[in-house]
């Protein structure tokens, strides 16, 4: 069955650091999604992306954040200067319009 | 906007007792159902879906039907295992919000032996 990956699995950097995690949704897909869970927390939604283009994203998707899918494969989450507070669990989701949305194992980031 | 509301846990339970964790949906169009299961330090896992009115997801004894008079989607499983220790979420989707996942704020659920 085909399934979304995502590098790395963990990550640890400094505050103020960027972070650029890394997704591979399923190939014929064409909605992508980020979302993030703090430990302990509830999942929140980010950002979608369709057609190459941010169609949505929540009030946690500030500046310091972008989203791109730089060759037709890969869906990338950046981080331009990390804070504590983004220290979470990041999902990647993919979806092929109107059917059931697919996660990956998640990358867990944790800022120091 | 589109919203889920989970009953608060954490949920403890013996073996082999009944399950119930309720779950709500606010939503301006119709959504589909899931539930995910996240097991300690792992990420989520579909555990079932349903796509419209009066649908029954089921998966591995555990199951749920949407019930559009009363905007619910409650879980259920007849006798837990142990191995059903997890956070279970409720959460739907719809072309309304872009297809984009809301969750409910997930219930823990401890089964003891």
């Known amino acids: 069955e085909p399934e979304v990956t995502q590098t790395p699995s963990h990550q640890v950097t400094q505050m103020g650091q960027e972070v650029i995690l890394r997704c591979v949704p399923i190939?014929?897909?064409?909605?992508f999604y980020w979302y993030r869970q703090i430990l302990g927390q509830k999942v929140e939604f980010l950002v979608s992306f369709y057609n190459n283009e941010i169609s949505e994203k929540s009030e946690i998707f500030d500046d310091q954040f972008s989203v791109e899918r730089p060759d037709g494969s890969n869906f990338t989450l950046k981080i331009r200067s990390t804070k504590l507070e983004d220290s979470a669990m990041y999902f990647c989701?993919?979806?092929?319009?109107?059917?059931?949305?697919?996660f990956g194992p998640g990358t867990r980031l944790l800022v120091l | 906007g589109n919203s889920v509301t989970q009953m608060e846990g954490p949920v403890t339970l013996s073996e082999e007792a009944f399950l119930t964790i309720n779950c709500t949906y606010t939503?301006?169009?119709?959504?589909?159902l899931f539930w995910y299961v996240q097991y300690p330090g792992e990420g989520l896992q579909l555990l079932l879906k349903a796509t419209k009115a009066d649908d029954k997801g089921s998966n591995k004894g555990f199951e749920a039907t949407y019930r559009k008079e009363t905007t619910s989607f409650h879980l259920e499983k007849g006798s837990v295992q142990v191995s059903d220790s997890a956070v279970y979420f409720c959460?739907?989707?719809?072309?309304?919000?872009?297809?984009?996942?809301?969750f409910g704020a997930g219930t823990r659920l401890f089964v003891k032996a």
């Open positions: 989701a993919s979806l092929l319009a109107g059917e059931t949305q697919y």
């Open positions: 939503a301006t169009g119709y959504p589909s």
């Open positions: 959460a739907l989707s719809d072309i309304t919000g872009g297809f984009k996942t809301i």
């Open positions: 190939s014929n897909h064409l909605y």
